[in-house]
């Protein structure tokens, strides 16, 4: 693990400008946010419907968001999900355990710290952690480059 402003990060994700995978997925695990962002549904919808174009991505759905109340919660938390053309972003909410999970999967390379950072100033997170997958290492993209032309 490595730890960069109160961010801690996988240490064997390395970013690569020539993407040797299919994709990055990016994991965050929010904790100590600012309860009143983690039932803001208006919010959150605005999260979802804009950090795609932030990011580099093309959303091609609108933001879905559900609010539910488990029976051990006082207070309902928010699932929230867009689909994206490179894959999808989601969110689950736990006010009562001041607690954000947050997924974005895409198949090409984002700025992935900026992103991080974004997100942790959003939910206002005091102990945030961020981990990183290089999924689909077994992806042949020069087959795809083939289909393309």
Request: glycine letters at 6%; charged letters at 25%.
């Amino acid at each position: 693990m490595v730890v960069d402003d109160k961010i801690i990060v996988d240490a064997d994700y390395v970013g690569a400008v020539e993407q040797d995978f299919f994709g990055p997925h990016l994991m965050l695990d929010l904790q100590e946010c600012n309860p009143d962002v983690l039932v803001d549904m208006a919010g959150l919808r605005s999260l979802l419907r804009n950090l795609p174009s932030k990011i580099g991505m093309t959303r091609i759905s609108e933001p879905e968001l559900l609010e539910y109340k488990d029976k051990w919660a006082e207070t309902p938390g928010i699932t929230g999900f867009v689909i994206l053309a490179e894959s999808h972003i989601s969110l689950h909410t736990f006010p009562d355990s001041l607690m954000v999970f947050v997924d974005i999967f895409s198949c090409r390379n984002f700025d992935t710290r900026s992103t991080q950072r974004f997100l942790v100033d959003f939910f206002g997170s005091k102990k945030p952690v961020v981990r990183m997958a290089k999924r689909g290492l077994e992806f042949n993209r020069s087959q795809l480059a083939l289909l393309k032309n």
